[in-house]
């Protein structure tokens, strides 16, 4: 039983930590307040949008609508993760080349989204793209520089990769 | 922000139980918490006490049964694990199809099949597809465990048998004959299904031995349509594709929706004939005397 701080220990972006947090304390206020990381934003918050996307363990998650204490045990990467020692991801740098946002807003969630697309599916199809994306509202660029940003990262990961 | 509440991880099932009867009816079950984050923030439910059983062994058990005729379902298995799952995929292809297309990729990752049908949240895609699959849930408090049909297990907007007691420890679902043929089919315009159709027919030669009927976001709860069920019985494929207009509306006329923002009750009906009809005549292709 736990009335008072839960000890969670945990990595974010690679790092390892271990502190206490409040039970009823959200992720996204832990992780935007408490670690700073304020690149994931909050919107509808009822898991409908997708801007407060962020990654545990490699899987795309609201942190609007889980527990801080959950973190416990997880990795967790925000899009302050993302970026290497040889700058921006891929992803980043194909979303800056194709336009792939406007305001901004929901590009943190769209581009992490699409980071654990790339690794269940290295080359989606564009259809492919569109159905898993379909998860993450954007209202500013219509979704399909968004499309074009996300299948041009695949080609370039591929061909470093390779 | 959210109330404060005692958190409680226990790590047996004993022990879970135990504090749900403890504190029954102050207490609310955390499994991957995206309807209950929701109700708590909405203000909806509250409680001063929350058990998260996510650190109790074996609740995401997720296989056959030793005959191979039945699956287990625990209350851990997210959507995710049953959208990937090969075992899903080669011996219930529909119930793979229904969670590849639920909420959206976030959610599957984290929400429980159990969870949803827990909260009976009456704009659900699994109600009507576990009807028609005549699936049964065990619901276990810390005297012993009880099994129900799953059309007895619904019982309202946002109400069902669990009593307070109780928790969901596993979700049952009969492998079909080889000789079924299924449909999964929704409309959503928008995040929530505005009608679900869970279909199902059996087949010997060209005659169609038995029909199950789903619907689903279309009343308090997910129903299976019994006079669509009888008068479908013994028709020959072509009788069912002739006339599959009129069991379409014999499908309409079988349940009561609410008007609401996507639509109103008459339209919502309109979907459920249409879609009715589609998988009506979709399953008897290939299944006329001279094929």
């Known amino acids: 039983m736990t009335e008072g701080l839960v000890p969670i220990k945990f990595r974010v972006n690679g790092q390892q930590n271990e502190i206490e947090v409040r039970p009823h304390e959200l992720l996204i206020d832990f992780v935007r307040e408490l670690l700073a990381l304020t690149g994931t934003k909050r919107s509808c918050d009822m898991e409908v949008c997708g801007t407060c996307t962020v990654l545990l363990d490699g899987k795309a998650v609201s942190s609007c609508s889980l527990f801080a204490f959950e973190l416990d045990g997880k990795d967790l990467t925000t899009i302050e993760g993302l970026e290497g020692p040889e700058g921006l991801h891929p992803l980043q740098k194909a979303f800056i080349q194709c336009g792939g946002f406007q305001c901004g807003f929901c590009t943190p969630g769209m581009i992490l989204l699409a980071k654990s697309l790339l690794a269940e599916n290295p080359e989606p199809t564009r259809e492919e793209v569109c159905a898993y994306m379909d998860a993450n509202i954007c209202r500013c660029t219509g979704y399909q520089m968004i499309v074009e940003s996300i299948l041009h990262a695949a080609k370039e990961m591929k061909s470093v990769g390779s | ?291």
């Open chain 2, 1 to 291: 922000m959210l109330s404060p509440f005692v958190l409680h991880q226990p790590r047996s099932l004993p022990d879970a139980l135990a504090l749900l009867s403890e504190h029954a009816g102050d207490i609310n079950v955390l499994a991957g918490g995206s309807e209950l984050l929701l109700l708590l923030k909405m203000g909806l439910i509250k409680a001063n006490h929350i058990v998260d059983i996510k650190k109790i062994p074996g609740l995401d058990r997720l296989e056959l049964n030793s005959q191979g005729n039945s699956l287990h379902v625990g209350p851990l298995v997210t959507h995710r694990a049953l959208e990937k799952s090969h075992l899903i995929e080669q011996h219930f292809p529909l119930l793979a199809e229904m969670e590849r297309d639920l909420a959206n990729v976030r959610i599957r990752n984290v929400g429980t099949l159990a969870g949803n049908l827990c909260f009976a949240e009456p704009h659900a895609d699994p109600g009507a597809l576990l009807a028609v699959y005549d699936a049964v849930v065990t619901l276990r408090n810390f005297e012993g465990e009880r099994r129900l049909a799953i059309k007895d297990f619904f019982m309202d907007y946002y109400e069902t048998a669990l009593q307070k007691n109780e928790l969901l420890t596993d979700i049952e679902i009969p492998k079909l004959a080889e000789n079924f043929r299924g449909h999964y089919l929704r409309f959503c315009p928008g995040e929530w299904p505005m009608v679900t159709v869970a279909l199902l027919t059996r087949w010997t030669g060209g005659t169609c031995g038995e029909a199950r009927l789903g619907l689903g976001c279309v009343g308090p709860k997910p129903i299976r349509v019994t006079e669509f069920e009888e008068v479908t019985h013994g028709r020959s494929a072509e009788e069912l594709t002739a006339k599959a207009d009129e069991f379409g509306a014999i499908a309409a006329r079988g349940c009561d929706p609410l008007a609401d923002l996507w639509g109103s009750a008459e339209y919502k009906r309109q979907i459920v004939k249409n879609l009715v009809r589609e998988g009506l005549r979709r399953q008897c292709q290939g299944r006329a005397k001279d094929d």
